[in-house]
């Protein structure tokens, strides 16, 4: 699967954004789809992750009951939606998609990595 990140831009802290990941092949309802992040000088970040079915989500603590994480199978396409967006959100965001159907946090698990769309939050 190939996918496609796109939705990132600069808002201001308060602010809302949604991210996109749009994938190829028709498989794409059989991936677990993972968001991570990636702040300059910082490792690669686990943000959230959703299920094949979109039936389970999970998030790390840091952005818990801020972001949320979707996905549209007939589409191809999983979202991130992110409120209430803070200074230390600002990264490059990435999605990434594996078959294993394990919730794992660990970028080492994903197969197939989007490009990265860049999330500025400005004071």
């Known amino acids: 699967v190939q996918l496609q990140a796109s939705g990132g831009g600069l808002v201001q802290a308060g602010g809302s954004l949604r991210l996109s990941c749009a994938a190829s092949?028709?498989?794409?309802?059989?991936?677990?789809m993972g968001w991570f992040r990636q702040a300059p000088g910082k490792e690669r970040e686990f943000v959230g992750l959703?299920?094949?079915?979109?039936?389970?989500?999970n998030y790390a603590d840091s952005v818990k009951g801020r972001f949320t994480i979707s996905r549209d199978n007939g589409k191809n396409t999983a979202y991130l939606q992110m409120n209430s967006l803070k200074r230390e959100d600002t990264a490059v965001y990435y999605c990434?998609?594996?078959?294993?159907?394990?919730?794992?946090?660990?970028?080492?698990?994903?197969?197939?990595w989007g490009q990265g769309t860049q999330v500025t939050v400005s004071s």
């Open positions: 092949g028709r498989t794409f309802s059989s991936y677990t």
């Open positions: 959703i299920s094949w079915s979109g039936g389970r989500t």
């Open positions: 990434a998609a594996q078959l294993t159907g394990k919730e794992y946090y660990s970028s080492s698990n994903y197969g197939y």
